[in-house]
């Protein structure tokens, strides 16, 4: 037999949709940024390595590149309002 002492266990509370959203996007522009400046960055080193007698000038580039991006990614994401994007090469 149950004890009166015990205590029911307390259901969690579940996160609102738009907050879980938002959590979505901005994890999505977090890892796209991350991603796409790395990727900027390499490019940038491999040009100035084979192009641009190792000058650093390609490295910064590319690496603004990819950040720019990913920033205007983000933020129509985020203007948008109403979903996450699921694929951004299939717009």
Do not use: Q
């Not at 991350?34 to 390609?58: H, N």
């Amino acid at each position: 037999m149950a004890d009166s002492s015990e205590t029911r266990p307390v259901a969690r509370a579940t996160k609102p949709v738009s907050e879980a959203l938002l959590n979505e996007k901005w994890d999505r522009a977090i890892s796209s940024m991350i991603i796409k400046s790395s990727l900027g960055l390499s490019f940038g080193v491999v040009f100035s390595v084979l192009l641009f007698k190792r000058r650093a000038w390609p490295a910064w580039v590319g690496l603004g590149f990819g950040a720019g991006r990913a920033w205007e990614e983000a933020d129509a994401s985020f203007r948008r309002g109403d979903s996450p994007i699921r694929d951004a090469l299939r717009r």
